[in-house]
């Protein structure tokens, strides 16, 4: 387990989905808190909206998260604590 950035996404107060690596053109990187911003806003402008009652929201946070690899050995975030 490490400690890293990553966009989470909650639905119920419960995390459903999460990313912590992007793809720049050096290749697949870690995500930092300014790229977790980033992608944050672009998705809000992009439509998203949290729901009125806080239901559903994103988050960027620094987790405990487990590591692993995709099917295209790239590293990914397998899971967060």
């Known amino acids: 387990?490490?400690?890293m950035v990553v966009l989470v996404l909650y639905l119920n107060s419960a995390p459903i989905e999460y990313m912590g690596?992007?793809?720049r053109d050096s290749?697949?990187?870690r995500m930092t808190i300014s790229d977790c911003l980033r992608y944050k806003r672009t998705i809000?402008?992009?439509g998203w909206q949290e729901?009125?009652?806080g239901n559903t929201r994103y988050s960027c946070e620094l987790r405990q998260v487990?590591?692993?690899q995709?099917?295209?050995n790239k590293e990914i975030v397998k899971s967060i604590h």
């Open 1 to 3: 387990m490490i400690e």
């Open 44 to 46: 809000k402008r992009n």
């Open 21 to 23: 690596h992007i793809e």
């Open 70 to 72: 995709s099917w295209d």
């Open 51 to 53: 729901s009125k009652t």
């Open 66 to 68: 487990t590591l692993g």
């Open 27 to 29: 290749g697949w990187q």
